[in-house]
């Protein structure tokens, strides 16, 4: 098991940047694949964006590619999220989530160990 913290949250504008960090301690946490997950009000946690153990591979999900990039740490323990040309439909609570495994998955229910959440909002 691992805990996840989150940080980095906050108002911004359209067109801002702002970057989250997850700080994860426990054993091990090279092993785990580390995602980011968002929901904004009365909808479901969606996929963002996730990395292997090493950090060698990444993926992204469809609303956030070519604005948003994962990267992690091992070193520090932790990973990041950093949201450029931010939108206002990027408004949600932010989830850190990590899953002891060597392959990526964007469903949700496969990963167990998570974060308590940051807000991020975004006016336009």
């Known amino acids: 098991q691992v805990h996840l913290v989150e940080s980095g949250g906050g108002l911004a504008q359209a067109g801002d940047s702002l970057r989250l960090a997850c700080a994860a301690s426990g054993r091990a946490v090279e092993s785990y694949v580390i995602g980011w997950f968002r929901q904004a009000p009365g909808s479901e946690r969606e996929f963002v964006a996730a990395t292997t153990g090493s950090g060698s591979s990444t993926y992204y999900g469809d609303s956030v590619k070519g604005r948003f990039t994962i990267s992690r740490d091992n070193a520090q323990n932790r990973a990041y999220l950093q949201m450029n040309t931010l939108k206002p439909e990027d408004t949600g609570v932010y989830y850190c989530?990590?899953?002891?495994?060597?392959?990526?998955?964007?469903?949700?229910?496969?990963?167990?160990?998570w974060g308590q959440g940051t807000q991020v909002t975004v006016s336009s």
């Open positions: 989530a990590a899953r002891r495994s060597r392959t990526v998955t964007t469903t949700t229910a496969l990963y167990d160990n």
